[in-house]
């Protein structure tokens, strides 16, 4: 049962380089989901997909892009890394039938 | 938009009850949740409700919610040190594009 899987666990960038954050699960789940969490402001949406080919932003989608090629696959990319994108960054999917949403393990990222 | 406010800090002591409080404003909510993050974790979903029930009793957990009032909250029985963590209320709306919407998170502490 590997759920939402994240990789990396952790990285460290420096400002103005490039990375893709990878996220898949393995529940057949149409929507997926990316967030940040940020001390005392909770989890904000940064983009969001409700099945393949299908992406939309959220709260804060700028400095970031997603694609959704594939049903288990929601990579999301930094395109120029930037200190304000220090975060801790959770990938999440859902089924459309079942409201329940469940999380990867983050992958916690700092920009120099 | 949604908005969902939850205080920041609870302390209570090993034994007591603990109630953490969320206030939500979209009447369209469909269920609300309950998450748990422990430190350096991803998120752990507690439990759920759905906007028609008022109460739902999981073991040691009681959630509580005020439709009228738009006041959802949690009751943790019989606090143990391993219920220190961080909780999430968090709400979604109809639709099969619906985002969650998350609170700022308690931070709960059991103190000996």
């Known amino acids: 049962n590997a759920g939402v899987t994240q990789t990396p666990k952790f990285q460290v960038l420096k400002t103005g380089q490039s990375m893709t954050l990878q996220c898949a699960q393995d529940?057949?789940?149409?929507?997926m989901s990316w967030y940040r969490q940020d001390p005392g402001m909770g989890l904000r949406l940064i983009h969001y997909?409700?099945?393949?080919?299908?992406?939309d932003q959220g709260e804060v989608p700028n400095g970031y892009n997603v694609s959704r090629s594939t049903t288990e696959d929601f990579p999301l990319r930094l395109l120029s890394a930037a200190p304000s994108q220090t975060s801790v960054y959770f990938c999440a999917s859902r089924g459309i039938a079942k409201n329940i949403q469940y999380f990867g393990a983050g992958t916690r990222l700092s920009v120099l | 938009g949604e908005d969902v406010e939850q205080s920041l800090f609870l302390s209570v002591r090993e034994g007591d009850s603990s109630v953490i409080n969320c206030t939500y404003t979209?009447?369209?909510?469909?269920?609300l949740y309950w998450y748990k993050q422990e430190p350096g974790a991803g998120l752990q979903l507690l439990t759920y409700?759905?906007?028609?029930?008022d109460m739902k009793q999981d073991q040691r957990l009681t959630v509580l919610l005020n439709k009228k009032d738009k006041h959802l909250s949690l009751r943790i029985a019989d606090t143990q040190t391993g219920d220190s963590a961080i909780y999430f209320c968090?709400?979604?709306?109809?639709?099969?594009?619906?985002?969650?919407?998350f609170g700022t998170g308690t931070r709960l502490q059991v103190t000996l």
């Open positions: 979209d009447s369209s909510s469909t269920y």
């Open positions: 529940m057949n789940h149409e929507y």
């Open positions: 997909s409700v099945g393949a080919g299908i992406t």
């Open positions: 968090a709400e979604i709306g109809t639709g099969t594009a619906s985002k969650l919407t």
């Open positions: 409700i759905f906007s028609n029930m």
